[in-house]
């Protein structure tokens, strides 16, 4: 097994609307070790979004290599790319993305349930989770009874609940105040650093820049900083 979660060599994709070419990332040559906890940067349009689709299997590229966990993305036929993204790959979106008529724990629950895990190890795998990320208590209540940090932190508990080797956060601070962000950067850190799973963030958030290990900077689809820094996220 590779010591890599994400390998990228050479990555190119191109959008093509009404005749009109829109390149989003152009030659991108990226490797990111397992347990890391990476933001990538950059104004809008410069293909953050796009790398962090490539890299979940929510879109291809059209060149290059993609190895994530393991596996060559280039090999892989959609429905092995959606099994692989079901057991190794947990999302956190900007919106939240929880089912409104769903409790808590039963948002959480939800990857575990696709991959057929029993009642009682989903139970106790939840309880774990919402015990680490401070939502004991909360297990009944549906999505409009939370706070936005409380509903991110459900986000957070359900891409975690699989246990996968890699969660891919877009703008997951955007829609908090900076104080609920911080506290919510705070046990994003505290997983990667319990767990092992590496985190990589999309962002505009200077929070999310500043407590990352690891800043990437993007623009017209180029890497074009790569940085190591101290990160006071998991000294909170």
Known sequence: MSDWAVELKDVTRTYRTDGLEVPALRGVDLHIATDEFLAIAGPSGSGKTTLLNIIGGLDRADNGQVRVAGQDFHALSNSRLARLRLQHIGFVF???????????????????????VSEAQRRKRIDQLFTEIGLSGLEDRRPTQLSGGQQQRVAVARAMATQPALILADEPTAN??????????DVMAQLNHTHGTTFIFSTHDPQVMERAQRLIRLRDGRIV????????????
């Open 94 to 116: 900007q919106a939240y993305n929880l089912i409104p008529v769903l409790t808590a724990r039963e948002n959480a629950e939800f990857t575990l349930l696709l991959q057929g």
């Open 225 to 236: 900083s790569d940085e190591r820094q101290a990160s006071s996220a998991s000294e909170s």
């Open 176 to 185: 908090l105040d900076s104080s609920t962000a911080a506290a919510l950067l």
